[in-house]
């Protein structure tokens, strides 16, 4: 029975082919084709999501280092792509922040996606000794971490570094955690 259903498969491919004036070979070759088309179809229905909870921060601003400091209200800013920023609610306190959030951004394969960035901000004048941006935002923190592989989850407490008068100084911590995840677009 088998040999049957083969030999009719066959006589069927070869009318298709006589209909659509192919040869036998052109025609296994555009049903390949379609066969992956339809396999990269089904990568494209489905993206990349980068999950990142932002805990809180450990020593910014620490006031017996910084006593002139009077606004203590802080953001994170992180992004993957400098283009697409997100940034956290402002918390407040010193040196210990929290915020609890979790934010999801997509990532597009076709861009370089291998580091998150995190910048902890002061936000609103601060003193008269350190008036920082005229805008009144000071950076107090920065680190570049490494992105979990896909599916993949890191968690962790990184370092940041301040920017002084003379050079980088490793100044407290952020407490963030990252899943790699598919995000099915149906």
């Known amino acids: 029975m088998n040999t049957d259903m083969t030999q009719l498969q066959k006589k069927h491919r070869t009318n298709l082919c006589k209909k659509r004036r192919r040869s036998d070979k052109d025609m296994t070759k555009t049903t390949m084709n379609r066969r992956k088309n339809k396999g990269i179809a089904k990568e494209r229905d489905s993206r990349t999501g980068l999950v990142i909870s932002i805990h809180h921060a450990e020593g ?7 006593p002139s400091v009077i606004n ?3 953001r994170v800013l992180f992004w993957v792509y400098p283009d697409d920023q997100l940034a956290t609610e402002l ?16 990532l597009d ?6 580091f998150l960035y995190v910048e902890v901000l002061r936000c609103g004048s601060s003193s008269d000794s350190d008036p920082g941006t ?10 570049k971490i490494a992105l979990p592989n896909l599916s993949g989850k890191t968690q962790g407490r990184y370092g940041l570094v301040r920017l002084e008068e003379d050079g980088y100084k490793a100044e407290g911590h952020i407490i963030l955690s990252m899943e790699l995840m598919k995000i099915d677009q149906s």
């Not at 910014?60 to 910084?66: G, R, V």
């Not at 306190?93 to 997509?106: H, Q, R």
């Not at 005229?134 to 680190?143: C, D, E, F, W, Y």
């Open 91 to 106: 918390a407040s306190g010193s040196p210990d922040l929290a915020w609890n959030k979790k934010y999801c951004i997509e």
């Open 72 to 74: 203590r209200n802080y």
């Open 60 to 66: 910014i601003d620490n006031p017996s280092s910084y």
């Open 134 to 143: 005229s805008n009144g935002l000071r950076l107090v923190g920065r680190a």
């Open 109 to 114: 394969e076709a861009r370089d996606c291998r």
